[in-house]
């Protein structure tokens, strides 16, 4: 049985981890901090972390990719993407009107992932634009919280499955401002894994780090894979944190790292006195919806 460290029971991720299994036995090691969830697999204790680097709303993680370039050394196995559907948690007696309905002006504070609050500007503003936000280390951590702190106003916005485990009610539903709201995972462990899907694509995860002082380095790069006609899904600059102004390139090549073009793309940049690490090559999943939009 596969042992994989994610975040709390009840998050996104262990939804998306469950989906990408298709209900294969797993044995979860549930960790509130994500980087409690990469020492996880770093340390040995499990074989694979699950790891959420990117949003449709807020874009890239920036955090965990920081960990996954700097932090650690373990290799992407699997990418999937899974819908982050977010709703409002609470002990729903607190809240409701003479109607019988909710009355989400009663909410003092609504609590959750620093990434899951943005995404549900729209609801915020519209119902409780004088609750105070509290961002917590996941969505589920902020349900866990919720559920122990009775009569006080508070909510969390959460998981379908973190509300079922805490025994709260789900007052709201699909509240993120945009219904694509979805978020890309990476598996990462040591060793390949068996996934009982067939994957879309395989993607190849490039980190390029341009040498000082080369004008026109960047443009050489990206035009070693446009000759080729090799397809980037994601280009992205993070600082090296080695100096004001270094920056390294994240780059996402359609194509493994194994192929003949790619090999010879890269060392084409390598001739160029950039450095090149491989992240990962690795079968990607996309969401049954996804697949025909």
């Not at 680097?53 to 050394?73: K, P, R």
């Not at 003479?98 to 729209?122: L, R, W």
């Not at 509290?134 to 702190?149: D, P, R, Y």
Request: charged share 20%.
């Amino acid at each position: 049985m596969k042992r994989i460290a994610v975040l709390p029971e009840g998050s996104v991720s262990h939804e998306a981890v469950d989906f990408l299994f298709n209900g294969e036995p797993l044995e979860l090691l549930h960790s509130k901090l994500i980087s409690d969830v990469f020492r996880a697999t770093d340390s040995g204790k499990s074989q694979y972390s699950v790891i959420p680097i990117e949003n449709t709303i807020e874009g890239s993680v920036s955090l965990h990719m920081d960990w996954l370039v700097n932090e650690v050394d373990i290799p992407m196995q699997a990418e999937w993407v899974y819908p982050s559907i977010q709703n409002v948690i609470g002990h729903g007696s607190e809240f409701r009107a003479e109607s019988g309905e909710y009355d989400f002006g009663k909410i003092t504070k609504i609590m959750s992932h620093p990434v899951a609050i943005p995404q549900c500007q729209n609801f915020i503003r519209l119902h409780s634009p004088g609750a105070d936000l509290e961002g917590v280390n996941s969505t589920a951590e902020a349900v866990e919280i919720v559920k122990k702190n009775p009569g006080k106003g508070w909510v969390a916005i959460g998981t379908r499955l973190a509300a079922q485990k805490h025994g709260l009610d789900i007052m709201a539903e699909r509240v993120t401002d945009h219904d694509n709201n979805y978020t890309r995972f990476v598996l990462i462990g040591h060793e390949p894994v068996q996934i009982p899907r067939e994957p879309d694509h395989v993607k190849t995860s490039l980190l390029v780090t341009l040498p000082e002082d080369a004008p026109g380095a960047l443009h050489q790069v990206l035009s070693a894979f446009a000759w080729r006609k090799l397809n980037l899904t994601r280009l992205e600059s993070r600082p090296t944190k080695k100096r004001l102004g270094s920056y390294y390139f994240y780059i996402d090549v359609e194509e493994s790292a194994d192929s003949i073009l790619l090999t010879a793309a890269m060392a084409e940049i390598e001739a160029l006195n950039c450095q090149v690490r491989i992240l990962g090559s690795y079968p990607c999943y996309t969401y049954p919806s996804l697949k025909t939009t």
